[in-house]
């Protein structure tokens, strides 16, 4: 079972980026999924999560960040606009996942890998 984020990179103040978290393996369902970042120097905070239907965003990216999932290919996206250099920071996704294998179900709470995101002009 994997969790890959992708889709950082470099962008001038006031661009966008979308960034997708994808997990591969038996799964069965991806339920609770967050989008954390960690900046240089500081601690890791959570951005913004999803689950069945419901979204939360921490104050700063609120009316700029949006999350999203498309359960047939188990991934949920983070939609970044009007990004300031205050945003940069890698960012990581964490999910709540059931897998099938046979007849057992297993549950995991696993992270990606990171991806980087540089909003600078």
């Known amino acids: 079972v994997q969790l890959q984020a992708s889709g950082g990179g470099l962008v001038q103040p006031g661009g966008s980026l979308r960034l997708s978290c994808t997990a591969s393996?038996?799964?069965?369902?991806?339920?609770?999924v967050g989008w954390y970042r960690q900046a240089p120097g500081k601690q890791r905070e959570l951005v913004a999560t999803?689950?069945?239907?419901?979204?939360n965003y921490t104050d700063s990216v609120k009316g700029r960040f949006t999350i999203s999932r498309a359960n047939a290919r188990n991934t949920v996206y983070l939609q970044m606009n009007s990004l300031k250099p205050e945003d940069t920071a890698v960012y990581y996704c964490?999910?709540?996942?059931?897998?099938?294998?046979?007849?057992?179900?297993?549950?995991?709470?696993?992270w990606g890998q990171g991806t980087l995101v540089t909003v600078s002009s």
């Open positions: 964490n999910a709540d996942l059931i897998t099938l294998s046979g007849r057992r179900f297993d549950k995991y709470n696993i």
């Open positions: 999803i689950s069945s239907g419901s979204t």
């Open positions: 393996g038996s799964i069965f369902s991806l339920n609770a």
